[in-house]
């Protein structure tokens, strides 16, 4: 079970981090990441991190702006969004895959309940 937090409302260039809490499964079998859609979109990969925390993946479009990290100890993953803009509004999903981390939102097997991000300029 994947349990996301930390959405809200925020200005143009503020920042948010967003925490997931894992539980139900070894977290540490697990690559863990951040998607998110918007209404009448298909949901678009965000940030994964490996099961060890190392190797970490980004969508280009974010341009460095966010940042993923795990805490194994805690079973948790979380997102550090800085620099934030209106088109960064969505919702924001954490969820978990097996094997090597990707980037595909068809990798991911399990799902959180989504937490809403919004970006007023």
């Known amino acids: 079970q994947l349990q996301a937090s930390g959405g809200g409302s925020v200005q143009a260039g503020g920042s948010l981090r967003l925490s997931c809490a894992a539980s139900?499964?070894?977290?540490?079998?697990?690559?863990m990441g951040w998607l998110r859609q918007v209404p009448g979109k298909d949901r678009e990969f965000v940030a994964a991190?490996?099961?060890?925390?190392?190797?970490?993946y980004y969508s280009d479009s974010l341009e460095g702006r966010f940042t993923i990290s795990r805490d194994n100890a805690k079973n948790a993953v979380y997102l550090r969004m800085d620099s934030l803009k209106p088109e960064d509004t969505a919702v924001y999903y954490c969820a978990a895959g097996s094997g090597s981390a990707r980037r595909s939102p068809g990798a991911f097997e399990y799902w959180g309940q989504g937490t809403q991000v919004t970006v007023s300029s």
């Open positions: 139900g499964r070894a977290f540490t079998t697990l690559f």
């Open positions: 991190i490996s099961q060890t925390g190392g190797p970490t």
